[in-house]
């Protein structure tokens, strides 16, 4: 009877040992990598996530997250993706152009008053939409996820359009954001997020334009004397994976994986509402930079002076989702 027990005992120690390994083998990893410090709202959200997904499902998923460009440039990760190299980006909207034009909205200067009126376009039906706008390109949009609005930071002051005439200014991956510096007659140059502080701080250029966050997390207020508060644009973010991933989950994991996306997406909103207030102030604590303030009149002729990218971008776009767009500054 001892020796029965013995055996089976055994016996099930050796099934539960073969099942935890095949469920060891199954187990999937998710890359997520992405460019911005841990100390933002990106970093915090995928931090946020990890925990999240690995407090519920830690036996089949675990999350590795590379910040800081570790893994891979935002110029490369989206190609990355699709080769399967990596599973989770979040990088900025002004960086997808090669898969999609409609998300060139997001780049139009002066186009959302606040973040409030950003948020009211993305969860309505056109905004929702967008997260769809890749699928026959390999990509899908799990949702968005805020910074902030852009400020303009300079080695000398910018108080009028004028000012920034033929200064060197490194922009994201974006053609409008290239016709915006255009219009008032600035050079442009598309440069890597991981590149700008080494070319603000050897004068390679003359400013760029950013979130309080970025700013302050990445120490470019160290090397530029002035940040114009200007709150031209956004700095907004899609998450995204593979539809080749994301298909080959089953049910219930995909139905995890995206119920702790949102409220790690909610969490990292929370940072970025906190962090436009903070994170200036310590610049501002910092005076390593000084802030220039714009009156109404001068901040109308940037709007005016940047007005006609809007109408070079409207048919790659579309009408319909500028007027969307706008009608969501009204609540
Ligand atoms: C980011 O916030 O992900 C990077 C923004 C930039 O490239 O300027």
Request: contains cysteine; hydrophobic residues 40%; aromatic residues 8%.
């Amino acid at each position: 009877m001892k020796k029965l027990l013995a055996s089976t005992i055994v016996c099930s120690a050796l099934i539960i040992g073969t099942l935890d390994s095949a469920v060891a083998a199954n187990k999937i990893t998710i890359k997520f990598s992405h460019v911005v410090a841990e100390n933002t709202p990106k970093g915090k959200m995928a931090n946020r996530f990890k925990s999240l997904l690995e407090q519920r499902v830690g036996e089949r998923v675990e999350v590795d997250i590379y910040p800081n460009s570790q893994l891979f440039g935002d110029n490369k990760v989206l190609q990355a993706m699709l080769l399967g190299d990596v599973q989770i980006a979040a990088p900025t909207l002004s960086k997808f152009s090669r898969y999609t034009k409609k998300l060139q909205l997001f780049d139009l200067p002066f186009l959302f008053k606040d973040m409030e009126a950003v948020e009211r376009f993305q969860s309505s039906d056109q905004g929702r939409s967008l997260l769809k706008s890749m699928e026959r390109k390999g990509l899908i949009g799990l949702g968005y996820l805020h910074n902030g609005m852009k400020q303009l930071s300079a080695n000398d002051p910018l108080r009028i359009p004028q000012d920034a005439n033929g200064k060197k200014f490194r922009i994201m991956s974006s053609d409008v954001l290239q016709a915006q510096f255009e219009a008032v007659k600035a050079v442009p140059l598309k440069k890597p997020f991981s590149e700008v502080f080494t070319l603000l701080q050897t004068k390679a250029i003359d400013g760029q334009e950013n979130t309080w966050s970025n700013i302050y997390s990445k120490k470019f207020h160290e090397v530029q004397p002035y940040i114009t508060e200007s709150n031209h644009g956004l700095v907004d973010y899609m998450v995204v994976t593979s539809v080749e991933f994301w298909q080959q989950l089953d049910n219930e994991l995909r139905r995890e994986i995206k119920q702790a996306m949102d409220e790690a997406i909610q969490f990292g909103n929370q940072v970025a509402l906190e962090k436009s207030v903070s994170d200036r102030q310590a610049i501002l604590d910092s005076k390593r930079s000084e802030l220039i303030t714009i009156t109404d009149s001068q901040r109308q002729l940037w709007i005016d002076a940047v007005q006609p990218v809007w109408k070079q971008f409207e048919s790659q776009i579309g009408n319909a989702l500028i007027e969307a767009a706008v009608q969501s500054n009204t609540p």
